[in-house]
């Protein structure tokens, strides 16, 4: 099992940046695949990205490629998002889960983090 832990969220205004890091418990980190998700009030939550066990393979909704980049230090045990150009859209809560199944996918993960807001004003 691993606990999850988001920070770096905040408020920014549109076209700046933030850069989210969710810290993993455990020692077994580098064996989850680890995605980023968010979630708007009364909306369903949504993919953002994810990457595999060594950061290799990367997914990436539309919405934030280009934009959005994911990294990972497994010797930190711990997986960001950098966020670049900001739009109002992407405000949301964003959480970190990790998936115990080595397929990079959008779905099918097994622990999540409790979330980070970000709000990005116009």
């Known amino acids: 099992q691993v606990q999850l832990v988001e920070s770096g969220g905040g408020l920014v205004q549109a076209g700046g940046s933030l850069r989210l890091s969710c810290a993993a418990s455990?020692?077994?980190?580098?064996?989850?695949?680890m995605g980023w998700f968010r979630q708007t009030q009364g909306k369903e939550r949504e993919f953002v990205v994810a990457?595999?066990?060594?950061?290799?393979?990367?997914l990436y909704a539309d919405s934030v490629k280009g934009r959005f980049t994911i990294s990972r230090d497994n010797a930190k045990n711990t997986v960001y998002l950098q966020m670049n150009s900001l739009k109002p859209d992407d405000t949301a809560v964003y959480y970190c889960a990790a998936r115990t199944q080595p397929s990079v996918v959008t779905g099918g993960y097994d622990y999540w983090g409790q979330g980070t807001q970000v709000t990005v004003s116009s």
């Open positions: 990457a595999s066990r060594t950061g290799d393979i990367k």
């Open positions: 455990g020692r077994t980190f580098s064996s989850y695949v």
